[in-house]
């Protein structure tokens, strides 16, 4: 049996694989830009010698749970739990906002624990200097614990990121326009549904190289101060 | 709409939860088993095999689990092969796991000290006694921990097999909330079930990696 692969037929929907990188990106850029900062304040709290003396236990109690939770089920169930659990709940969301708000909450919980990672390993004698300084509790964070912190654990970070990025397919599957639901529609239109996915996987593959580059070189010039 | 006790309704997911636990299991096994064999290849002195397999590796984590399962289910079928569901779902997740074991454990062998490669070549072991009596048991040690810790993403792996009809826990989640309007209790009770399965994985793996460390 000869196989013969149409490639023609799904490049020539070009327009629609425009439009769903473009979802692409700018969920993993929405999710990474406020993912990020939940995973510092969820580190915050959970770090050791970080909030410790200013946040209640519960707050605590809550954000293990937090993370634990949604470290240990499948992005799709949260996604399903976001976009059809909720609205029976009373919040009603459109598709996007539930794929950003679901992929916020999961690079949240991965950042978190990552970053705490980083916390934990700065040496007590820096907060100590830091502290006889006088420096306040909000600086000793923001300027002296954090930021070798997430130097410390910016690869991680970046792999975690790239995960994320290509977890943005799933959203496909509650209709968001993305990459793959881009394929899923190529194919329902010319029935190349193998050399629509094709084009679609490279299309990940490429995405996910170039992001990968980009924040190793924001990681370098921001947080290492190279030029 | 169709009426579901809540008895029917959990007893229906645990079901269907059986499939979840046979489709990790089988994934695990088999990418164990291709991932091991790749991890040799790549430790071989031949530059090809070596950038065949990071080629592969590269392949693997750089596209979505997602695509990677509509391409076996969409491609076996232009090869002639009939497909269901499940063995799309098995052999999809069989090449994701075997990509990222092989990666996991290239880097446990690799911090094994060199000292113990040039040891045993001066002892004139070959490449195969090596790996058998030297490297691979002190590599097995630290490599545990993180294929313990993988298995938990493997499970979690198994959901998107629902997105070609395989009926795994969240497809048949999704099916009875479509039957019963009630999407909010069905789907809490499928991520409690997947906690459930999970989150014992994730706390012996973190229970090995303090063990580990503290031999040191």
């Known amino acids: 049996m000869k196989i013969q692969l149409d490639f023609g037929a799904v490049l020539s929907e070009w327009p629609l694989l425009l439009t769903g990188a473009t979802w692409t990106v700018a969920l993993t850029l929405i999710a990474v830009a406020l993912g990020t900062l939940l995973g510092i304040a969820c580190a915050w709290v959970r770090g050791r010698g970080m909030g410790a003396a200013l946040v209640p236990w519960w707050l605590k109690a809550v954000v293990t749970a937090y993370v634990e939770l949604i470290r240990n089920t499948p992005f799709i169930v949260q996604l399903f739990f976001i976009f059809f659990g909720l609205p029976a709940a009373g919040f009603k969301l459109s598709a996007e906002a539930a794929s950003c708000i679901a992929m916020v909450i999961n690079l949240g919980a991965y950042a978190a624990e990552i970053i705490r990672s980083g916390l934990e390993a700065t040496p007590k004698g820096q907060i100590e200097a830091a502290q006889s300084l006088a420096l306040s509790g909000r600086h000793i964070f923001w300027r002296v614990v954090l930021p070798p912190a997430l130097r410390k654990v910016w690869p991680s970070l970046v792999s975690q990121i790239i995960i994320v990025m290509l977890g943005s397919s799933v959203c496909g599957q509650i209709s968001t326009q993305e990459l793959s639901y881009a394929a899923d529609l190529i194919q329902s239109r010319n029935f190349r549904s193998f050399e629509a996915f094709i084009v679609v996987g490279c299309s990940y593959l490429l995405l996910s190289l170039g992001l990968r580059h980009v924040l190793n070189w924001a990681g370098a010039r921001f947080l290492l101060g190279r030029r | ?216």
């Open chain 2, 1 to 216: 709409m169709v009426d579901f006790s809540i008895w029917d309704i959990v007893r229906n997911l645990l079901l269907a939860l059986r499939w979840t636990v046979g489709l990790s299991l089988m994934a695990f096994i088999g990418g164990g088993a291709v991932g091991l064999a790749l991890v040799l290849l790549r430790q071989s002195k031949s530059a090809i095999f070596n950038a065949i397999v990071s080629a592969y590796v590269q392949l693997f984590q750089g596209v979505p689990l997602l695509v990677q399962l509509f391409l076996a289910y969409y491609g076996l079928g232009l090869f002639g092969i009939d497909t269901a569901p499940w063995v799309a779902a098995g052999i999809g997740l069989t090449l994701y796991t075997s990509a990222f074991l092989c990666e996991i454990w290239r880097g446990c062998i690799a911090s094994v000290p060199k000292g113990q490669w040039e040891a045993s070549s001066s002892l004139a072991l070959t490449f195969y006694e090596q790996m058998r009596y030297v490297v691979l048991p002190q590599a097995l040690k630290i490599a545990v921990p993180p294929t313990v810790g993988f298995l938990v993403q493997v499970i979690k792996g198994t959901a998107l097999a629902s997105v070609i009809g395989f009926m795994e826990l969240t497809k048949v989640g999704k099916t009875i909330a479509n039957a019963t309007f009630s999407p909010f209790l069905i789907f809490s009770c499928v991520a409690l079930m997947y906690f459930v399965l999970c989150y014992p994985v994730s706390l012996y793996a973190q229970y090995l990696e303090r063990k580990i460390h503290a031999h040191r």
